[in-house]
């Protein structure tokens, strides 16, 4: 989303100001890729199926880069999913960064990210935010 806001019970003893940096931080690392070209990685599924595994990705073609957005729903038992990444360029070399560092890849090529990578979150209502960057 472009836009963020937060909504905060303010008790100036209590509040966690490291969370709300690191939050404005990965807001701001995301955000110039909202208006790039947009991928939905997944089948559509209802609002209401909490049963799948939901996922799409921006990617800039000028700096040949992008972002991931993975969600695995509440009820859904699968706790891997085989993510066929768009976009890139097959002849490219490429580093995918995870966020919470489980599914960082060193080197893939363009061509082996369209195949497919698999993604792990190990618990359903899991995220997570993957960078994709050019290597070379």
């Not at 993604?119 to 070379?136: C, E, T």
């Amino acid at each position: 989303i472009p836009y963020k806001f937060f909504t905060l019970l303010v008790d100036k003893d209590k509040l966690d100001y490291n969370i709300l940096k690191a939050a404005q931080k990965e807001w701001e690392t995301i955000n110039p890729y909202f208006y790039k070209d947009y991928y939905n990685l997944t089948p559509y599924t209802s609002v209401t199926d909490d049963k799948h595994w939901n996922a799409y990705m921006y990617f800039d073609k000028d700096d040949d880069s992008g972002v991931i957005q993975a969600f695995r729903q509440a009820h859904c038992n699968e706790d891997t999913y085989l993510l066929k990444v768009k976009g890139v360029s097959a002849r490219h070399r490429y580093k995918i960064v995870d966020q919470d560092g489980v599914n960082d890849i060193e080197s893939i090529s363009g061509f082996n990210l369209a195949k497919g990578i698999t993604l792990k979150l190990n618990y359903p209502r899991a995220s997570s935010v993957l960078f994709i960057k050019p290597i070379g």
